[in-house]
């Protein structure tokens, strides 16, 4: 693992806690338009509609479009589900919560010490113009970004993966992605990817429960991940000077 | 000007110092290899050789390939003319040398203003992983790194400035090209950019003479764009509540 060179950062839920976010967003806009919402059920419902939304993509069955598209379609079915009539800008402002979400309490200390360890970038589902917000919204520090936009695909599709790897200039095996989620790990792995799983247990809200999940390398969270990178590159100098 | 949300910052000569980073390691390259090389020479005459090398790209003469490429072929060229006989580990050190150019003295404190100010980005012909290592080494701080790469083409073509504003989902008034290259200012007003003219009057080493350039914009380092735009918004911001 010390000959990676690249790590690539899934965001959602990652490095951002879109449960926690979008429940908030969503409780404040309506509440100020004097509806009942819950928003942790918004949050489950709407997230829950995401990798259908990208599979009617990466299957051909629609060109293509980004995920401010997708958000806005996937919103439209859920507030018909709950029978809540928001109003159309308030949908607008909703969708652009996905570029505003807070990250984990780890994320912001800990990115700069792993880009001072390897060439860092994200590597997200999102848009470049959605991350670029994200990552200016959150503090996030990375040396660039990168998307599954620049793929015009979705992960887990090896294009995206294999996109990110051939513009970072590297072999697959010199990249390692770092996320929460299985299916994610287990594109890149079968691009030829290292894995690093990092636990999010709160992601999808409280009471859930995570499925051990395979990967090279397995991180409490940012800190975590740093200090095992530590510890490797100390070991390597030590093995190639002794 | 007021309005405009991004600035795409052009790289070689406009952030860093291509002539006095090249010609200083080429000059130590060659000491060590025992070989008599005029560094400045060198520098000039390979820069020289950049836009021919781009255009047989964007002609159609020949497929698209990225920097690292062109760099070696025209660096063969030169030494051939030169009748400097480096051997080719030597050759690719001096490729590399462009992935590690120094800025110029504005450009790192500067960068974070300009960056609190407007979304930011790099737009290079040098390919994304040229810009990744550049960045990293002399400490550019933009959001994110965008590349005629993307566009697979180069500069000044429209399409690198169209795939660029695309990707910021903004429209071409919105963004502005910061460059001290009129031709590159003029690729970009033709693709109805805005445009900022930053001097560079030591880019090709002492005693040129720089032509008046056309932009909206013009400024005499980085920091005088920052105090410009700072000043703009302060106009802006007391219009809007005046």
């Known amino acids: 693992m010390a000959t990676v060179k690249a790590l690539l950062f899934d965001v959602f839920g990652t ?7 979008i429940q908030e ?7 100020r338009e004097g509806l009942a919402l819950d928003g942790a059920r918004l949050a489950l419902l709407w997230r829950q509609r995401y990798a259908p939304s990208m599979a009617n993509v990466t299957s051909g069955k629609r060109p ?8 806005r379609e996937s919103l439209d079915h859920v507030l018909t589900e709950l029978a809540v009539d928001l109003p159309s800008p308030a949908r607008a402002e909703l969708v652009a ?8 309490p780890d994320v912001v200390a800990n990115l700069p010490r792993l880009r001072a360890q390897r060439i860092t970038a994200a590597l997200s589902n999102g848009h470049v113009r959605l991350l670029v917000d994200l990552k200016r919204h959150a503090g996030l520090d990375f040396d660039t970004i990168l998307s599954a936009e620049l793929a015009r695909s979705y992960k887990p599709e090896a294009v995206v993966y294999q996109t990110a790897t051939r513009l970072l200039g590297l072999e697959p095996d010199q990249v390692m992605l770092v996320a929460c989620h299985a299916w994610d790990l287990a594109g890149a792995a ?5 894995t690093a799983y990092v636990a999010r247990p709160a992601e999808w809200g409280p009471g859930t429960v995570a499925a051990p ?11 975590d991940l740093a200090d095992q990178f530590d510890a490797l590159d100390r070991s390597a100098r030590s093995t190639a000077s002794g």
Chains 1, 2 share one sequence.
Do not use: F, K, N
């Open 15 to 21: 490095l951002v806690d879109w449960y926690g976010s």
């Open 25 to 31: 967003r969503a409780e404040s806009i309506a509440a």
């Open 64 to 71: 293509w479009c980004d995920l401010d598209q997708l958000h």
């Open 97 to 104: 919560g996905w570029h505003e979400l807070r990250p984990w």
């Open 190 to 194: 079968h691009a030829g990817l290292r």
């Open 213 to 223: 999940v395979s990967a090279d390398m397995h991180a409490r969270d940012l800190g």
